[in-house]
Nanobody, 115 residues
Framework: QVQLVESGGGLVQPGGSLRLSCTAS????????MGWYRQAPGKERELVAT???????NYGDSVKGRFTISRENAKNTVFLQMNSLKPEDTDVYYC?????????WGQGTQVTVSS
């Protein structure tokens, strides 16, 4: 069993910043890739950012230049630094961990950008 626990969501004004974190626990030998996705009601889940165990990153087009993903492999933890937040960034953000033979999701954390 693998569990993902997210934290750091909340309400922020446009132009502000938030930092999300996600820690994986359980029976884990290695995590190939960790990342963040987001989903609004009635819409498909979309890529925010991912990072592999060797540090290679990938970002969704809408967040490039504003969000930064990082990872502490020893702690099975991934972070998402979100700067210059916009109202359209409002979503539920989900942590993802892809192991060799399984794929896991967190419960989601709400991010609301509003004045």
């Amino acid at each position: 069993q693998v569990q993902l626990v997210e934290s750091g969501g909340g309400l922020v004004q446009p132009g502000g910043s938030l930092r999300l974190s996600c820690t994986a626990s359980g029976t884990i030998f290695s995590i190939n890739r960790m990342g963040w996705y987001r989903q609004a009601p009635g819409k498909e889940r979309e890529l925010v950012a991912t990072i592999t165990s060797d540090g290679s990153t990938n970002y969704g087009d809408s967040v490039k230049g504003r969000f930064t993903i990082s990872r502490e492999n020893a702690k099975n933890t991934v972070f998402l630094q979100m700067n210059s937040l916009k109202p359209e960034d409002t979503d539920v953000y989900y942590c993802n961990a892809r192991l060799q033979y399984s794929n896991h999701w967190g419960q989601g954390t709400q991010v609301t950008v509003s004045s």
